[in-house]
């Protein structure tokens, strides 16, 4: 088992800037790949980010140039970067991480007023 939690989401003005943090413990051994992902109210849930063991990164069209993932290993953390934000940012913003299953966080709430 893998157990996410999230932090750093919030209220932000246009072209402000948030840091979201996931950390998992468990089983983290398994892991090969992270990633985040947002739902915003009436729409799908989408990939933003992901990011592999090996470091290779993979972005949403949308946020190309705006939002950066890394990681730290050593504090079992993942981040997401965000800058420029617009007020289509606006979601809860979902931590994933792909091991023997797929596990989720519950999700911070991200807002970006205009």
């Known amino acids: 088992q893998v157990q996410l939690v999230e932090s750093g989401g919030g209220l932000v003005q246009a072209g402000g800037s948030l840091r979201l943090s996931c950390t998992a413990s468990?089983?983290?051994?398994?892991?090969?790949?992270m990633g985040w992902y947002r739902q915003a109210p009436g729409k799908q849930r989408e990939l933003v980010a992901s990011i592999t063991s090996g470091g290779t990164t993979n972005y949403a069209h949308s946020v190309k140039g705006r939002f950066t993932i890394s990681r730290d290993n050593g504090k079992n953390t993942v981040y997401l970067q965000m800058n420029s934000l617009k007020p289509e940012d606006t979601a809860v913003y979902y931590c994933?991480?792909?091991?023997?299953?797929?596990?989720w966080g519950q999700g911070t709430q991200v807002t970006v007023s205009s």
């Open positions: 468990g089983s983290i051994f398994s892991i090969n790949e």
């Open positions: 994933k991480a792909i091991g023997c299953r797929q596990y």
